[in-house]
T-cell receptor, first 110, second 117 residues
């Protein structure tokens, strides 16, 4: 499965947009890009996924580079409840094939 | 939708004892996964079931670990002769997978935190 690279940590202010980057230069043509997040003392939570086109849902937007070697998770207005570890994963999306790295710890300042 | 339920939330045991965890997936989901997570790391895949069949096991799953999913509903993960290195959060996830679909979503429980003394 393709590896991903994410910053260890990022900070944001409440009610401001947050752009969380992810590099996945070895992604293959059929690999989906997934984002999960993990709040303290909870299991990971699905955020969004996409293949080639940008995707929007009620939680976030996913912007995928044209060459698919990178993507950005966009939280349009960060809230304190968005403070979590955000994981970017690529690959065949059977759970046995998803490799969670260390993710990005997002801190949201009031 | 009651979500994925895991019990117990916390388990403290002495080295050498056996422990068993339970996972109740979302009722209509046909896949069930077990992961292990240690502090500061992302979850690591252990094993998964499609209905009652255990289809894959990670090399992380030693002989002391066994998982079952009778009748394709709830699942149990048993660790025999626990070691201090088994201390971790054990996470269960479920999903609904149709055929060769490659974009299934995983729904995780809150995990069972195991501490081996």
């Amino acid at each position: 499965d393709a590896k991903t690279t994410q910053p260890n940590s990022m900070e944001s202010n409440e009610e401001e947009p947050v752009h969380l980057p992810c590099n996945h230069s070895t992604i293959s043509g059929t690999d989906y890009i997934h984002w999960y997040r993990q709040l303290p003392s909870q299991g990971p939570e699905y955020v969004i996924h996409g293949l080639t086109s940008n995707v929007n849902n009620r939680m976030a937007s996913l912007a995928i580079a044209e060459d698919r070697k990178s993507s950005t998770l966009i939280l349009h207005r960060a809230t304190l409840r968005d403070a979590a570890v955000y994981y970017c994963l690529v690959g065949e999306t059977s759970g046995s094939r998803l490799t969670f790295g260390e993710g990005t710890q997002l801190t949201v300042n009031p | 939708d009651t979500g994925v339920s895991q019990n117990p939330r916390h388990k403290i045991t002495k080295r050498g004892q056996n422990v068993t965890f339970r996972c109740d997936p979302i009722s209509e989901h046909n896949r069930l996964y077990w992961y292990r997570q240690t502090l500061g790391q992302g979850p690591e895949f252990l094993t998964y079931f499609q209905n009652e069949a255990q289809l894959e096991k990670s090399r992380l799953l030693s002989d002391r670990f066994s998982a079952e999913r009778p009748k394709g509903s709830f699942s149990t993960l048993e660790i025999q002769r626990t070691e201090q290195g088994d201390s971790a959060m054990y996470l269960c996830a479920s999903s609904q997978r149709h055929g060769s679909a490659t974009n299934e979503k995983l729904f995780f429980g809150s995990g069972t935190q195991l501490s081996v003394l």
